[in-house]
């Protein structure tokens, strides 16, 4: 698998963002369109936001596996044309409106599994869903009983079921499988259904010569079926409650850092199997990505440790990672062409040496570049071939949200260097800057070819709530016009 990446440009768009009449993005018509535009557009790459069903805050970083996906993604019309829903049932998630334009979580919460249990029960393919079940045991049958054992419980977490099953006693999973068994056979098809639009989806995209760019979040969840079966690979103690968790110190983002709750890998137990259980899981996302986003890469060299039930990042501590023992298996599995390594934050020495020895782009944010007057790493004449720029990430406000919010010092250099006399081209400015570069990707959040404000943002970290990961766009928001103007800057720089 040992793969190059290309010089090219592409657009950072989460699956959930896509137009749909049913409340959210999905694998259905809009996603080919979409890769219809980006093919016109001459774009090389589609990246997105990790893809796994969403737990705490409906973020996409904090899921209920590390290995399954979102069943809301699954598209309806695709399944009425299978014959599996009437188009009386799929109105039933018609969403219309005002709500269009985000994400309604609580509306897919309410009504998407009723609609896909009907689904289910004129399901007649039973080879085939023998077949799914067979080819992904390794996590499907955990993640499946995880999934039915938690609405029995509430959708309560894991930590508050009762004992017997929260520790996973034998004669209690054997139980819970065998009273769940209709609600456990429910959610494999529900897998299989989401691997099968997902794949027909990429194929498509891959034949108008269109990679994917998959991103994966460095910690599983702690309310995760992964944490729950294989709990002795996570720093937890005798009672299964963690005892660090990870998360980020104070930085650009956030004064007092950022708490993100996941619990650490015992590192040492990772390495003692081979670090088997990281090698399945970026298997099984190679089978839905073409290059992967590793999120938090620097987590490897060293990681924030935060001590259990603090209020913030502030009380934590810095620890070894498992460093290039770690990147020379993956490496040596999958080839250093098939990862890209988000390397924001605190970079060290050692993050850097790191970062050079797996042989990973890095990333370069534009936004990052003028914010302190200060000369550093993230202005393009500092930039090597190996790295892939961005205009903004899904952390980071739109381009036109920090032009308007920026201090005047800070805009006032970004004019200069870009040579740009008129804040309404500044947008732009950003997109030929990154194009014009020497990064091998340029990667572009939609927002930013729209030029829409902060309101379009897609995250504020250390924030849940508001309207994280709720932005969307409506149909017909790309035009023509647009697309010949993003082919044509696209092919002026050689991409």
């Given amino acids: 698998m040992n793969k190059k990446i290309s010089r090219g440009a592409g657009i950072l768009l989460a699956v959930s963002s896509l137009p749909s009449d049913y409340g959210i993005g999905s694998f259905g018509r809009a996603a080919f369109d979409f890769v219809d535009f980006l093919a016109l557009a001459g774009q090389k790459y589609w990246q997105i936001l990790p893809i796994g069903p969403t737990g705490y805050g409906d973020s996409p970083y904090q899921s209920f596996s590390a290995f399954a996906g979102n069943p809301y993604f699954i598209d309806l019309k695709l399944l009425q044309e299978e014959g599996l829903l009437t188009e009386e049932e799929c109105a039933e998630a018609f969403v219309t409106g005002r709500r269009a334009s985000h994400v309604d979580y609580l509306a897919l919460f309410e009504n998407r599994e009723p609609i896909f249990r009907k689904a289910f029960s004129r399901f007649k393919d039973h080879g085939a869903l023998k077949t799914f079940r067979l080819e992904n045991k390794a996590w499907l049958e955990d993640y499946a009983l995880f999934m039915a054992v938690k609405k029995k419980m509430g959708h309560k977490s894991w930590q508050e079921w009762d004992d ?81 968790v990870a998360g980020v110190p104070p930085d650009y983002f956030s004064k007092t850092g950022q708490l993100w709750g996941n619990p650490l ?20 996302c190679f089978k839905l990505y073409d290059i992967i986003r590793i999120d938090h890469f620097r987590g490897f060299e060293g990681y924030y440790a935060i001590p259990h039930g603090s209020k913030t990042a502030v009380s934590g501590e810095w620890r070894k990672g498992p460093g290039i023992d770690f990147i020379g298996v993956l490496n040596k599995t999958f080839g250093r ?35 302190s007057g200060e000369e550093n790493d993230y202005r393009p004449h500092n930039y090597t071939a190996n790295s ?51 990064s091998k990707i340029a990667v572009v959040p939609i927002q930013d070819y729209l030029n829409l404000d902060g309101r379009a943002r897609m995250n504020v970290p250390s924030t849940i709530g508001g309207n994280n990961w709720r932005f969307r766009i409506r149909k017909n928001t790309i035009s023509p016009a647009l697309t010949r103007k993003i082919r044509k800057i696209t092919k002026l720089y050689g991409r």
């Fill in 164 to 244: 017997d099953i929260r520790l996973r006693r034998e004669k209690a999973v054997k139980a819970y499988g065998k009273a769940l068994k209709s609600d456990i056979d429910y959610h494999v098809f529900a897998q299989y259904m989401f691997f099968k639009q997902w794949g027909a989806l990429k194929r498509y995209a891959n034949e108008k010569g269109v990679k994917i760019i998959g991103d994966i979040p460095i910690y599983a969840s702690m309310d995760s079926a992964d944490v729950w079966a294989n709990s002795g690979l996570f720093l937890l103690d005798d009672d299964k409650n963690p005892i660090d």
């Fill in 265 to 284: 890998y015992r590192w040492d137990v990772l390495k003692e199997t081979g670090y088997g259980w990281w090698l399945k899981r970026l298997e099984s």
């Fill in 337 to 371: 062409g098939c990862f890209i390594a988000e390397d924001l934050g605190v970079i060290t020495r050692g993050v850097k040496r790191l970062l050079r020895e797996s042989g990973y782009p890095g990333m370069k944010v534009l936004q990052f570049a003028f914010d």
């Fill in 388 to 438: 892939v720029v961005y205009t903004g990430t899904h952390d980071n406000d739109t381009t036109r949200g920090w032009i308007l919010s920026a201090k005047k010092k800070d805009l006032a250099q970004a004019m200069r260097y870009m040579g740009c006399r008129d804040e309404n081209g500044m947008a732009w400015a950003f997109i030929r800057l990154a194009m014009a570069s020497v």
